[in-house]
């Protein structure tokens, strides 16, 4: 690891072209973009990426991609390395590990509804078969299960490799529990709480507006770092509608690529059933992109 992982990271979309095949040129050209902006980090193949309408080769390319582009840079790379099977996830993690990743995304099987004890085995098997540092990711809106505190305190207690968790239930007391109870290095994932949960001590941002605002997501958490809470406050009310259009609108990735597309990057469709954007939607997203860097 380059070093601990800290700061706004994008949880990038994967471009398409109009035929939705990957543009993978595309892939390359928006991560560079995402260099040139200093991003601290980097998440490709997470849900943002549509890893679910993704296939393996699809998937493998587009990390292969990444890590080229990425390796001997100051910028980290996630992977996500998500599926309902174990033996899948762990193929993934070892080819991200052979592509410079430095670090892993991990949710539980998101269609099975595992119990806490089949979560708990799935994590303790990567964990068991992985050098690179492992990032939990809890999302009961996703994957249909709330980990429970007690679960993620013995993740913590018993698994050396997870070191993070991204925590996405959008319940600010578990990101209050989970801060104060464990060792784990706290990211939101919940984009319209990222200010809280930077005041109760997240370190980091995986962030679905930082695609769109890298700079401003990144300043959000500098300034709470610098304890300057009133200039986090205010660049906060600037930040916090597109957060929510991302959360609430259920078009999170359509947004994004939209986003991308009207700022002269790679975009493009999301594959289907996902449809585009309205008209007055994207008159929206406009709207709040310009007060937003």
Not at 90 to 98: D, I, S, T, V
Not at 156 to 162: A, F, G, I, R, T
Request: aromatic share 8%; charged share 30%.
């Amino acid at each position: 690891m380059k070093k601990q992982f800290e700061g706004a990271f994008p949880v990038l979309i994967t471009p398409m072209n109009e035929d939705y095949s990957v543009n993978y040129e595309g892939v390359k050209e928006n991560i560079q973009y995402y260099l040139d902006q200093k991003v601290p980090g980097i998440v490709v193949v997470g849900s943002t990426g549509e890893f679910a309408s993704l296939n393996d080769e699809e998937k493998k390319e587009i990390v292969k991609i990444a890590g080229e582009t990425v390796k001997d840079t100051e910028t980290d790379l996630l992977v996500g390395i998500a599926d309902e099977r174990t033996d899948k996830v762990l193929e993934y993690a070892k080819h991200a590990e052979a592509n410079h990743a430095d670090g892993l995304l991990l949710i539980n099987s998101y269609y099975m509804t595992p119990t806490e004890e089949e979560a708990f085995e799935q994590f303790k098997e990567v964990n068991d078969h992985v050098s690179t540092p492992i990032m939990m990711y809890n999302n009961p809106f996703t994957a249909n299960v709330n980990l429970e505190n007690e679960t993620i305190y013995k993740i913590d207690k018993e698994l050396d490799n997870v070191q993070y968790i991204k925590e996405s239930s959008g319940d600010i007391r578990k990101v209050r529990a989970v801060a104060d109870n464990t060792d784990l290095i706290l990211f939101c994932g919940a984009d319209d709480l990222a200010l809280e949960s930077f005041v109760l001590g997240a370190t980091g941002w995986i962030s679905v507006a930082a695609n769109i605002a890298p700079n401003s997501a990144g300043k959000l958490y500098e300034l709470v770092k610098a304890k300057n809470y009133d200039g986090a406050k205010e660049l906060y009310k600037d930040l916090l509608p597109l957060c929510e259009f991302l959360e609430d609108s259920g078009k999170y990735v359509q947004i994004v690529k939209k986003a991308m597309d009207l700022k002269g990057l790679n975009g493009g469709p999301a594959r289907k059933p996902r449809l585009g954007l309205t008209e007055e939607e994207v008159t929206k997203l406009k709207g709040l992109m310009e007060k937003l860097d």
